[in-house]
């Protein structure tokens, strides 16, 4: 009798575990698909966050518009000014019949900047800022002249053989803050180099006197310089102090730039007057307007990615990444609260007064020309609408303070969330170190399963062959 066997393969033993640990993991991949939605949560909640901040920004910027004020001069190459908070709008006239000054003196020339003066023995040369008065000038030389300082200190420089050039005496003076400013100048004559010297500050007061003391006198032949005595300097111009007048009141200042003349506004003087020039100081409305405009648009983006997170899927159209979050409500309710409650102390109440109104599709529309026309009649209502306690921005700022906070609204959530995540992941780790063990059982029990195969099938065609023997033989 003939025995036959059918030949048994092998099983695919990496397919079939892979196969399988395809239906384990499924868990695993609920909980991943988890993770990447309480990530996307996150995301939104960080853009919100970054919305609101910049929400917060604008109301405030808002808030300090209203106080700001801008100044028109009637010619500004007379003058210019700014004007803070604390200024009166008004119209002012401002007569200016001399500009404050520096003044300059100058040294006698030399052939070159940068060979040595004297021989280089130290020579202390010293600063004292004051006052010349009396006496005649003449070709920039003072006569009969006395001199005060004005009690701010003296201040000295070393020159000796490691600076004793023009270009190291300069250096020197600028440096040490004498309050005395060095340059070189070059006349083109045959002794051109010149040290020109200036004082720091402009005003009669801050005139300057040099001293000399110890060398071989070479340096204080250059640099020695008293109003009141030896002059070996020459002075080209004279300190002085501005005049001018605002509204027919004499004032005096050291500085081109008066800033104590108008109340809150500071006037940098550039140029004389033949008749008065006037200042205007009033509302900045373009700056008011600028303020409202960037509100408008901060609420906007807020509002629309409030409103594009939390819908719901309707349709082809996805849901948003927030829909149905409880949170996302309850700041969508207390922003329409703010908005929906009036303000209080003053004729105007609700933002739309003054050109800030809600559209149809729930954003913010500004009206410029009747926001405007609020702000001429009406500034101390429109200043209460929006800044008193009760007022607009006041409490948009207050609100989005308390949902940016740590513990506030958003970071609440979002820590929520965090705290999903690393529950998620924490939980995905667990299941991973059960799918490494299970995936080296199947593969384990798989292989002892193929090797059995394996000798059966070789037991199989021993027995076959010894079969076939035994039958020829018979």
């Known amino acids: 009798m003939a025995i036959t066997s059918s030949s048994s393969t092998a099983l695919d033993v990496p ?20 993770i990447t ?129 023009l270009e190291g005496i300069r250096d020197a003076i600028n440096a040490a803050a004498t ?41 204080g032949n250059l640099l020695g310089y008293d109003p009141a005595g030896t002059q070996n300097l020459s002075q080209t111009l004279a300190a002085q102090n501005a005049n001018l007048t605002v509204n027919g009141i004499a004032i005096t200042s050291a500085s081109n730039t008066v800033s104590e003349a108008i109340q809150g506004v500071a006037m940098t003087l550039t140029n004389t007057t033949a008749t008065p020039a006037s200042l205007t ?20 983006a807020l509002a629309s990615q409030i409103k594009s997170r939390s819908a719901y899927g309707t349709g082809a ?10 949170t996302l409500r ?29 559209q149809r599709d ?23 609408l929006f800044s008193s306690s009760t007022g607009y921005t006041t409490r948009l700022g207050t609100w989005a303070t308390s949902a940016l906070r740590a513990g506030g609204l958003i970071d609440t959530r979002t820590q929520n969330l965090n705290k999903y995540v690393k529950d998620q992941n924490d939980a995905v780790d667990r299941l991973e170190n059960r799918m490494t063990a299970l995936e080296r059982k199947y593969t384990t029990e798989y292989t002892n399963l193929n090797l059995l195969l394996s000798r059966m099938n070789s037991t199989s065609t021993f027995l076959t062959q010894q079969l076939s023997s035994t039958s020829s033989n018979n």
């Open 15 to 34: 397919s079939l575990v892979s196969q399988l640990m395809a239906v384990e993991r499924r868990p695993i991949d609920t909980l991943n698909a988890k």
């Open 37 to 165: 939605s309480y990530q996307t949560k996150i995301s939104s909640f960080g853009t919100l966050s970054s919305l609101v901040s910049s929400f917060q920004t604008a109301s405030t910027n808002l808030n300090t518009s209203l106080q700001k004020l801008a100044t028109s001069p009637s010619d500004p190459s007379v003058l210019t000014a700014n004007a803070s908070s604390t200024a009166v709008p008004g119209t002012y006239a401002v007569n200016v019949s001399q500009l404050a000054q520096s003044q300059n003196l100058v040294a006698a020339g030399q052939t070159s900047s940068t060979a040595a003066i004297g021989n280089g023995t130290a020579t202390t040369v010293t600063f004292d800022l004051g006052a010349i008065s009396g006496g005649t000038l003449t070709n920039g030389i003072y006569s009969g002249a006395a001199f005060t300082s004005n009690g701010s200190g003296t201040t000295s420089i070393t020159i000796d053989g490691s600076n004793n050039t």
């Open 179 to 219: 309050g005395v400013t060095a340059t070189i100048v070059n006349d083109g004559s045959g002794t051109p180099y010149r040290l020109a010297l200036s004082s720091s500050n402009s005003g009669v007061s801050n005139s300057f006197k040099i001293t000399t003391s110890g060398g071989d006198g070479t340096i």
């Open 281 to 300: 100081v009033a509302r900045d409305t373009t700056a008011i307007n600028t303020a409202s405009s960037s509100f408008v648009d901060a609420y906007n």
């Open 317 to 326: 159209a996805a849901a948003g990444s927030l829909a149905g979050d409880g």
């Open 330 to 358: 309850l700041m969508q309710d207390q922003l329409r609260g703010v908005f929906n409650t009036p303000a209080s102390g003053g004729t105007l109440t609700s933002l739309g007064q003054v050109g800030i109104s809600f």
């Open 362 to 384: 729930g954003s913010l529309l500004l009206d410029s020309s009747k926001l405007d026309r609020a702000i001429s009649t009406n500034f101390s209502d429109v200043t209460n």
